[in-house]
């Protein structure tokens, strides 16, 4: 419903409307019967509209108590109108200001003054006035004069709620604009954030838990929160963590690339020259774990590789891309015997940058840090190693750099062929991990390269590796006992890269 609609309703129920420039107009165009506040405040709009609605006639209205004589005699003695309704659109701050290419100046222009004031004016006297923040209001506000004539003080005091909330996410838009992501390279001395519930959750990561999502308005990439689902159930709390991990790998890959995700660590992923095949490549990474998995794709998922997805005994419980083809949404949700359950989530283009700070909420606080995003290129990393890398290697060993950062440390990835073969995650030892990947990888180990999120503090792992069939080895380095890692890898032939940099991810 829009606000002509809500205006034609209000009229319909004998309301005296008043409004002033863009918004007058836009009414009476609509057929609306509007008075002039300029002309009811003998005062015009002066300064490009700066001031309209800052006037005693007007706020005197607003926040006058009804059941108090005093007031009623001072608003009467000034000529002034009692207003029972507020409705306001503030300037649209947040979006002029992500807008790429807006300067300062334009920003400025947008903070919104009147608008807020006669917001929270009301909301302070929501006992005797109704405030109208959102469009998604309106149809129970005219519910409302249609049934009772007026509106109840309950449902006064939840507008008001939701007026307090929607003015201090605006002021936040606009303090955070103001005082910029840092101060001389530092995190803000405070940070405040303003969410918005979009759904409620049947439950949490377990049946018992409560869960709720809610979204940042401030965010403007693509985000599973924003997505649009095109099919299935509803989304689960532990749907959303994994369809979000998914997104954040193959989002860093310029080639078409798929990502397979269990339990919120990848079990396989993969990129090629054509996303069916990344996708069978990811898939084969871990079959047995793919089963029930959530996939993401960097590219729109087209019909050969709904063809792929369609093929019998796979199960997956969503997929989230920046688009499907309607040929792979008619396959996906007609063919496989999961198709009422896949939860197709279209994001939109992914070339807009991610979130650059990472919030994380523990006991009592809130965690903040820099995303792990910062990328490195392999003329930056160092061979100390006896043997060299040779040139066929360096596709792998970039992929299963790139792979590692997103798996939960300890991290261990073996990868071959740009695709994931092997993943050992969340160990307390090292050489478990390296185990564990050896293990998920099987024969096919033979020919791969190791990537670890961190340093190897023992040369354990590399006889593990060497013995295993693994061909090269890229870790971070920093160890005082690398050197002796250094020696084990010479003593097996296999060439090691030190990058520099450690991916841990907790």
């Known amino acids: 419903m829009g606000l002509a609609d809500l205006a034609a309703g209000l009229q319909r129920a004998g309301v005296t409307i008043y409004s002033t420039g863009g918004t007058r107009r836009h009414l009476e165009q609509s057929g609306i019967e509007v008075l002039d506040v300029a002309d009811y405040t003998g005062f015009p709009e002066m300064l490009d509209g700066r001031v309209k609605t800052l006037h005693p006639k007007i706020f005197g209205g607003i926040l006058a108590i009804r059941d108090r004589d005093d007031h009623m005699d001072a608003i009467d003695e000034h000529d002034i109108v009692p207003m029972d309704l507020v409705i306001v659109n503030l300037y ?6 992500a807008r790429p290419g807006a300067t300062r100046e334009e920003c400025v222009e ?10 929270r004016a009301a909301a302070k006297n929501h006992v005797d006035v109704a405030v109208s923040t959102s469009p998604q209001q309106y149809g ?9 004539g007026g509106t109840t003080l309950e449902f006064r005091e939840k507008l008001a709620a939701e007026a307090f909330e929607h003015t201090a996410s605006y002021d936040r838009a606009i303090a955070d604009f103001m005082r910029g992501e840092s101060i001389a390279g530092e995190f803000p001395s405070s ?10 959750l049947r439950y949490g990561e377990n049946p018992h838990q409560r869960a709720a999502v809610y979204s940042d308005p401030t965010v403007r990439s693509a985000s599973v929160v924003a997505a649009r689902q095109l099919s299935g159930k509803e989304l689960s709390y532990n749907n959303l963590l994994d369809l979000d991990a998914a997104l954040e790998i193959v989002r860093g890959f310029a080639r078409p690339a798929v990502s397979v995700m269990k339990h919120n660590n990848p079990c396989g ?4 020259d054509s996303l069916a095949q ?7 990474g871990d079959p047995l774990s793919a089963f029930g998995s959530v996939l993401g794709f960097n590219r729109t998922v087209d019909e050969e590789t709904a063809e792929m997805l369609c093929e019998p005994g796979l199960f997956i419980e969503a997929i989230v891309a ?14 496989p015997r999961w198709r009422e359950n896949v939860r197709l989530m279209q994001v939109g283009r992914l070339d807009l940058p991610a979130p650059a700070t990472q919030l994380r909420f523990i006991s009592g606080g809130m965690l903040a ?9 392999p003329l930056q990393w160092s061979t100390p190693t006896k043997t060299k890398v040779s040139s066929e290697m360096w596709d792998d060993i970039s992929f299963g750099w790139e792979m590692v950062r997103h798996v939960k440390s300890n991290a261990i990835v073996l990868a071959k062929d740009t695709s994931l073969i092997g993943v050992g995650a969340g160990q307390m030892s090292r050489v478990d991990s390296v185990e564990i990947s050896i293990d998920k990888a099987g024969d096919r180990s033979t020919g791969s390269i190791l990537a670890s999120d961190a340093f190897f503090p023992f040369p354990d792992s590399i006889e593990a590796a060497a013995e295993a069939g693994v061909v090269a080895v890229v870790q971070p380095g920093g160890s005082r006992r690398d050197q002796e890692v250094i020696d084990a890898c010479d003593e097996h032939g296999i060439p090691m890269v030190l990058t520099g940099r450690r991916h841990f991810k907790h």
């Open 92 to 97: 649209p701050f947040a979006a002029t200001a």
């Open 110 to 119: 947008q903070i919104d003054i009147g608008g807020p004031s006669l917001v």
């Open 140 to 148: 129970q506000l005219l519910e409302q004069l249609d049934d009772l």
């Open 191 to 200: 940070m405040h954030l303003s969410l918005r519930r979009k759904a409620q």
């Open 269 to 272: 992923a993969a990129t090629d």
């Open 278 to 284: 990344a996708c069978r490549k990811a898939l084969a």
């Open 322 to 335: 920046p688009d499907f083809s309607a040929g792979a949404v008619g396959m996906l949700t007609t063919r």
């Open 369 to 377: 840090q820099d995303a792990d995003r910062m990328t490195s290129s």
